[in-house]
């Protein structure tokens, strides 16, 4: 079956500028995860949700960070006026229930470079 | 609050010997913990994992782990090294199920890069 899609795989945007990443999680998973993976840095959790609701924020490196997810499938994180130190890979991952009994599959990520 | 730290940010090793990779971590807790690898543009695959129970975790390719408490070590090992092996590896530990969380993410080394010598 189709495993969790990212996109854009790439994206390349100027300092100050805003963007959107994409994540679809598997078809029936309820949680969905957000991780940062910098260079240097290995990987940061950032995320949370449980259906439509993310219980903890205090993942997000800054204000400028927000994510969403609608109809319990698909989450949008949003970066605004993005900072050069936003470059990284940003990676998805879905479960089928909370928990860590249960696997978290990851997605391909998607690669952001801030000039 | 837990950490994970992986010795050696690149191992290399020739093809047919033994792969060991490091993991220490700490908890306040009992942990759950994970071994993922991350092939070339790919996403990260679960590799095995310790919960509870028993101490030796096997897992997919031939990998395996095992859980020490009294060294806080959750090193990983492959008894020959294939050169399909050559990917980076993350090891990760979570407290979650104990604090209540439930489903909070993961808490990931750096990662070592395993590379694989014809």
């Known amino acids: 079956g189709a495993g969790v899609s990212q996109s854009p795989s790439n994206k390349v945007t100027e300092k100050g500028k805003d963007v959107e990443l994409r994540c679809d999680p598997i078809s029936g998973h309820t949680a969905l995860y957000w991780y940062r993976q910098s260079l240097g840095q290995g990987l940061e959790f950032l995320i949370y949700f449980q259906g439509n609701s993310a219980p903890d924020k205090s993942g997000l490196p800054s204000d400028r960070f927000s994510a969403e997810r609608t109809g319990g499938s698909v989450s949008t994180l949003t970066i605004q006026r993005t900072q050069q130190e936003d470059s990284a890979v940003y990676l998805c991952?879905?479960?089928?229930?909370?928990?860590?009994?249960?696997?978290?599959?990851f997605g391909p990520g998607t690669r952001l470079t801030v000039t | 609050a837990q950490s994970v730290t992986q010795l050696g940010s690149h191992v290399s090793v020739s093809e047919g010997a033994l792969v060991l990779l490091r993991c220490n971590y700490s908890?306040?807790?009992?942990?759950?913990l994970f071994w993922y690898v991350q092939y070339p543009n790919q996403g990260l695959q679960l590799l095995l994992k310790?919960?509870?129970?028993?101490?030796l975790v096997k897992g997919i390719n031939g990998f395996e782990a095992e859980f020490k408490k009294s060294e806080t070590s959750f090193h990983l090992t492959k008894p020959s090294a294939h050169m399909s092996d050559a990917a980076e590896y993350f090891c990760a530990v979570s407290e979650s199920e104990y604090s209540g969380g439930g489903a909070d993410g993961l808490t990931f080394g750096k990662g070592t890069h395993l590379i694989i010598q014809p």
């Open positions: 991952a879905s479960s089928l229930h909370p928990g860590l009994t249960y696997e978290q599959y």
């Open positions: 908890s306040s807790v009992p942990p759950y």
């Open positions: 310790y919960t509870t129970g028993a101490t």
